[in-house]
């Protein structure tokens, strides 16, 4: 008999394996993420690469900024309309944590869904309940992504249109990676809504309660997160109002390349290029969620997709940094703000007693 049923202790189960690695997994895509950036620089001219970031210019960069300042309101915005009616946060609260949500993404070492689990948390504090606030991120979630897939559709149907057998090698590449997707999201979908959902329903409840750790947080007293999706996808308008508020936001990313390669100087490349290349490079590093921020992976996405329209890689590069220029001037004061609601509950509406 082994020590560990002498000692009557059981096995250690493998699933804390499997936390284990899945913890570790954003550490492993931030090494692997800036392993490929490192690549890409050194690989190219770093002298073109900062000559074409500098021709941007102050103006240029606040106008990116300000574009996607823009971009994250309407997501903010969409996920409001989701819970109208249905919780006391008002409309300027899902704004605020919406940019908490992007900063936690895009600057902190975890994976794209980290700053959902914070938003959804820091949602309590106005006084939704814990199942509202993981339904309202569940359904926000697959709606972000539904509209990215449809943005990556208009992309690859205008690539279809360009000239060239590489780009149009590339957009069936594409359509059949938006097409698996697709299926993937349906799947996902229909699950949520069936009984199956029940063991991510407890999953979730659990994490919620782990991560709140205030009896004054309303995570009980509430319906379930089963019943609250019920209530969530119950009301079609809201929804189609969330979708095309948030379809609207992915195409203002669109703007933000047309800025910089019109800064830069780039000739032949218009709004209709310019979505293109947002549609599928965005498509790309939403397919890399593991790797924060997807870090060298939109590099390398800016260098493989602005090929086809003659932009070398010195100034795709330098147009995927131009494109992170927000994250960081929008994504620090966000987590001044996400550590100033933590240490400042009073600030904010207390939870309502159920």
């Known amino acids: 008999m082994s020590r560990g049923c002498e000692s009557g202790q059981a096995p250690p189960a493998t699933g804390g394996l499997g936390r ?38 102050a103006a240029g960069l606040l106008a990116i900024v300000a574009v996607r300042a823009g971009l994250v ?37 975890v994976a794209s869904v980290g700053g959902e689990v914070v938003g959804g948390r820091l949602l309590t504090f106005w006084g939704v309940t814990g199942s509202l606030a993981a339904a309202s991120i569940l359904a ?20 279809a249109r360009v000239d060239g ?10 359509l059949h990676a938006v097409i698996v997707a697709a299926v993937l999201l349906g799947a996902f979908f229909v699950i949520q809504r069936s009984s199956a959902a029940r063991h991510i329903e407890t999953r979730v409840a659990a994490l919620l309660r782990r991560l709140i750790r205030d009896r004054d947080a309303p995570t009980d007293g509430g319906p379930s997160v089963h019943a609250a999706l019920d209530s969530v996808w119950s009301r079609p308008g809201r929804i189609v109002q969330s979708a095309l508020l948030h379809l609207l936001a992915w195409m203002l990313g669109a ?11 780039v000739e032949g490349v218009g709004p209709q290029e310019a979505l293109v290349i947002e549609a599928l490079t965005q498509a ?43 994250d960081v001037a929008l ?3 966000s987590l001044l703000v996400w550590q100033t609601l933590e240490a400042r509950r009073g600030a904010v509406l207390p939870p309502s007693r159920p």
């Open 331 to 333: 994504g620090l004061p």
């Open 20 to 57: 284990a690695v899945l913890r570790r997994l954003p550490l492993a895509g931030t090494v692997v993420g800036l392993a490929l950036a490192a690549w890409l620089v050194a690989s190219n001219d770093a002298s073109a690469i900062a000559a074409a970031f500098g021709r941007i210019g």
């Open 73 to 109: 309101l309407l997501c903010g915005l969409a996920w409001a309309r989701l819970l109208r009616g249905l919780c006391p946060a008002e409309t300027g609260a899902y704004v605020i944590l919406r940019f908490v949500r992007e900063g936690i993404n895009t600057l902190l070492p």
């Open 255 to 265: 703007a933000e390349i047309w800025i910089a390669l019109t800064c830069i100087g």
């Open 140 to 159: 926000d979630l697959l709606i972000q992504a539904g509209t990215q897939l449809v943005l990556a559709l208009c992309g690859v149907a205008l690539l």
């Open 165 to 174: 057998a590489p780009a149009q090698e590339l957009a069936q590449w594409a």
């Open 284 to 326: 790309v590093k939403s397919a890399a969620f593991p790797v924060p921020s997807g870090l060298g992976v939109q590099e390398g996405g800016f260098v493989v997709i602005g090929a086809l329209f003659g932009i070398d890689p010195g100034t795709a590069i330098a147009l995927s940094l131009a494109k992170r220029v927000p």
